[in-house]
């Protein structure tokens, strides 16, 4: 391939595709008796909040990237929960069968609920509204971790067991020089798609319960009649969810080079 | 004096819808200490099994196998396993692959001496300059030659081989028997291996235990090879007997292997007793009067040493 169709696959395409979207925003936001804010009116609104996205004027009123970084904090938080959860449920599930027969129509069960929710729940259950949101996050995103961590210890070579069997390594030399290490690359597929959801989960937990951040944020500006905002959120909640993939899909990359 | 490794009645039957499959019926075979017994047979024939079963990955139905004194019960470290792929974790060196048994067997040792044992078994393994390479990084044989120096570093009571070099080309084929030869020479192990290569067992086997076809596999005929060792591969290939042991192998293969057992040939190949002892000298046939059922596998026709 010529360096030239390079460049046109990996920016003239992508740049004439956020052109088309921009311009039928445009149109749609010309449209009489529409409340959609041009592009270039959420721009001048927002460009405050971009151009100095650190800046704290005010409780409700912080740069965009500040807002981004207290939900960043929870999601890290939630995300931690739910790895820590997950991963040894996986291991269980995975190696076994009596636990994954006991407990896999629960978790099929509970796994496409809601945050919206589970929110709730977390409320009564915790009555404060952050440990709420941590709550919601860990049990919405875990389940890919469980999902592709029990599949991944399912799917160990028999090959690795003989190793360890004919070595006779104890159950913990087992699990730590053999099954963990066999088991990473599917480990790390479910932690990606855990942070997916989890992201997608924080903006949810933010806007029922206040907690200040991005989510809650747009949720506030959706209340002063700030239409702008709204847009300028998505488009930073979109942003950080592509970065955070990407970051994912690195160091995921390089466990399953091995 | 008694044998090192006593197999006696071993038997494997699984169960299946059909009823039970029996694999392998009362196989007999005594190893004494430092002896290369090779077990030869269509593939299928459940000599992989007896290999497991020794090795202790599979569950015996009923029969003893005894190694130095001690039954064998389940998998353990006294006996050095070099599986068929090499069965490396390719998260680890092959360094580290080869530390994995030595601390568990020298967990008394010092870090440095257990250091030293891998590294000296790698060296000897021809990997002095690869030993800290993943498995990803080394050809097919070189993986062999780390799964090789990781069984005899962990100094076990015999070595069991399940045809380890039936994935190589032939010429890596050649260099590797040629490492195992020497350093089972080396370290005077007991080896057990399975193959299904004529050229392979005679070059490396004191004795070539040859296996009938399957169900009720059993021991068909035990070729005793009486080269001098250490060997050279040149000047076996260019002994008169080469020829012979080979055709009686082949023989047995393709004709004998489905043939009721404990009957021995018609007409016993002419060869030079002072060199080569031929024929079933150790094995004592039964009197079996059991019809022999079809093989499961394969062509029984089928020469072993096509493959």
């Known amino acids: 391939m010529s360096k030239n169709r390079v460049n046109i696959d990996w920016l003239v395409l992508p740049m004439l595709g956020a052109l088309g979207v921009i311009g039928i925003w445009t149109l749609w936001s010309s449209m009489p008796g529409t409340n959609l804010p041009s592009p270039l009116k959420t721009w001048e609104v927002s460009k405050l909040y971009v151009v100095e996205p650190f800046e704290k004027r005010g409780e409700l009123d912080q740069g965009i990237l500040r807002f981004t970084w207290y939900s960043l904090v929870l999601v890290a938080k939630g995300y931690a929960l739910a790895i820590l959860i997950g991963t040894p449920l996986g291991f269980l599930l995975g190696l076994s069968k009596m636990f994954a027969k006991s407990f896999d129509p629960i978790i099929q069960v509970l796994r496409p609920v809601s945050p919206l929710a589970w929110l709730p729940l977390g409320l009564v259950l915790f009555e404060r509204s952050e440990p709420a949101a941590l709550f919601t996050i860990a049990v919405c995103a875990m389940w890919p971790t469980v999902l592709n961590t029990a599949v991944g210890v399912r799917s160990v070579p028999q090959d690795y067991i003989n190793v360890a069997r004919v070595l006779k390594l104890s159950r913990v030399k087992t699990l730590f020089k053999v099954l963990i290490p066999a088991t990473m690359p599917y480990m790390f597929t479910g932690f990606r798609l855990s942070l997916g959801i989890a992201w997608l989960v924080i903006v949810a937990a933010e806007m029922l319960t206040g907690v200040p951040g991005v989510g809650g944020f747009l949720w506030q500006e959706y209340n002063s009649l700030i239409y702008e905002h709204i847009i300028l959120c998505i488009l930073t909640i979109g942003l950080v969810g592509f970065v955070l993939d990407r970051l994912m899909s690195l160091v995921e990359a390089r466990f399953k080079s091995i | 004096m008694g044998a090192y490794l006593t197999i006696s009645r071993l038997t494997k039957v699984y169960p299946t819808p059909e009823g039970p499959a029996v694999i392998v019926r009362d196989f007999?075979?005594?190893?004494?200490?430092?002896?290369?017994?090779?077990?030869?047979?269509?593939?299928?024939?459940?000599?992989?099994?007896?290999?497991?079963?020794?090795?202790?990955?599979?569950?015996?139905?009923?029969?003893?196998?005894?190694?130095?004194?001690?039954?064998?019960?389940?998998?353990?470290?006294?006996?050095?396993?070099?599986?068929?792929?090499?069965?490396?974790?390719?998260?680890?060196?092959?360094?580290?692959?080869?530390?994995?048994?030595?601390?568990?067997?020298?967990?008394?040792?010092?870090?440095?001496?257990?250091?030293?044992?891998?590294?000296?078994?790698?060296?000897?393994?021809?990997?002095?300059?690869?030993m800290h390479k993943r498995p990803a990084e080394l050809s097919q044989g070189m993986r062999q030659r780390v799964g090789i120096a990781r069984a005899f570093a962990l100094s076990p009571k015999m070595l069991l081989l399940d045809e380890p070099f039936g994935t190589l080309d032939s010429l890596t084929r050649f260099e590797l028997q040629k490492v195992l030869l020497d350093l089972w020479g080396r370290d005077q192990k007991t080896a057990f291996m399975v193959t299904h290569d004529v050229d392979e067992a005679i070059y490396l086997a004191d004795r070539v235990v040859m296996m009938t076809n399957g169900p009720d596999a059993e021991v068909g005929d035990i070729l005793d090879v009486h080269f001098p060792r250490p060997r050279e591969r040149k000047a076996i290939m260019e002994h008169p007997d080469y020829y012979r042991l080979r055709e009686y192998l082949i023989i047995f293969l393709e004709e004998r292997a489905e043939k009721k057992r404990g009957i021995a040939p018609d007409t016993p190949p002419h060869v030079d007793e002072r060199i080569v002892d031929l024929g079933p000298t150790r094995y004592k046939g039964r009197n079996s009067s059991k019809p022999i059922g079809a093989s499961l596998h394969g062509d029984p026709k089928r020469a072993g040493s096509n493959r």
């Open chain 2, 28 to 130: 007999d075979l005594e190893v004494n200490k430092g002896e290369f017994v090779c077990l030869i047979g269509h593939s299928g024939c459940g000599k992989t099994t007896v290999l497991s079963m020794l090795a202790g990955l599979n569950e015996v139905t009923s029969g003893v196998m005894v190694l130095a004194g001690k039954e064998i019960k389940g998998p353990g470290p006294d006996r050095g396993m070099v599986f068929q792929s090499p069965c490396l974790l390719p998260w680890l060196t092959a360094f580290e692959n080869v530390m994995l048994g030595v601390d568990q067997v020298y967990y008394t040792a010092s870090r440095q001496e257990r250091h030293d044992l891998a590294e000296y078994y790698l060296s000897l393994v021809g990997l002095a300059d690869a």
